[in-house]
């Protein structure tokens, strides 16, 4: 399943039954996707059926919401390496790769990072662990983010005390850096632990 296989609308429509199940727990009906999109119920029907025929959604008959997310794998795309350490430039140079689409939290783009380093540790994230990420230009306190500091690219805490912005590494033996800029360029969504 590729979503370069979906037409704008299509993906319109799959973005919107994410978010809705996402944010009230059950999926949104045929009548809810047609207000939303101002379509009738038929022509939405279609686009269901096709979501359906792609294999990002499945539906059981007769139920009003049965609408189901496909929880099947997804492909994003892998775009290098991040420091869970010293900061350093991540690699560019995309590569798809294959993860469950349980990782894929709402709509929105997500692609996936390597790690290097052991600052993460006490979180979980170890060296050569791949991380997916949700692209996003802000964050919220506490929130595990991708920075861009002056000295590169790195997988830290964002923390924000009294409007002081600071990135918290996970692990005790190292100290928060105080960047003089910052870029955010995603937040952690999930982790696909490596063999190594």
Same mark, same amino acid.
């Given at each position: 399943m590729?979503?370069? %296989? ?12 994410? %978010? ?6 059950? %999926? ?5 996707? &047609? ?13 269901i059926?096709?979501?359906? =025929?792609?294999?990002f959604? *499945?539906? =059981?008959?007769?139920?009003? *919401? ?15 390496? /991040? &420091? &869970?350490?010293?900061? /350093? ?17 709402? &709509? ?23 991380v997916?990420?949700?692209?996003q ?10 920075? /861009? ?33 910052? =870029? ?9 632990r490596?063999?190594?």
């Amino acid at each position: 399943m590729k979503f370069s %296989s979906l037409t704008p609308k299509q993906k319109k429509v799959l973005d919107f039954v994410y %978010s809705f199940t996402d944010k009230h727990g059950y %999926s949104p009906s045929l009548n809810e996707i &047609a207000q939303k999109f101002n379509k009738s119920t038929p022509t939405i029907h279609q686009y269901i059926e096709t979501l359906k =025929e792609k294999g990002f959604l *499945r539906k =059981e008959s007769n139920i009003s *919401r049965g609408i189901k997310l496909n929880p099947a794998e997804t492909e994003i795309l892998l775009l290098g390496y /991040i &420091a &869970a350490g010293k900061p /350093i430039e991540p690699l560019e140079n995309p590569e798809p790769i294959k993860i469950s689409r349980n990782l894929i939290k709402g &709509a929105g783009n997500y692609y996936g990072l390597r790690v290097r380093g052991d600052s993460m540790i006490d979180e979980g994230i170890l060296n050569n662990d791949l991380v997916v990420i949700k692209h996003q230009l802000t964050a919220e306190n506490g929130e595990t983010i991708v920075a /861009i500091t002056e000295n590169g690219a790195t997988l830290k805490v964002f923390r924000k005390r009294n409007s002081r912005i600071y990135l918290e590494p996970r692990n005790k033996k190292l100290k928060n850096i105080y960047p003089k800029k910052l =870029e955010i360029r995603g937040k952690f969504v999930g982790l696909i632990r490596s063999n190594n």
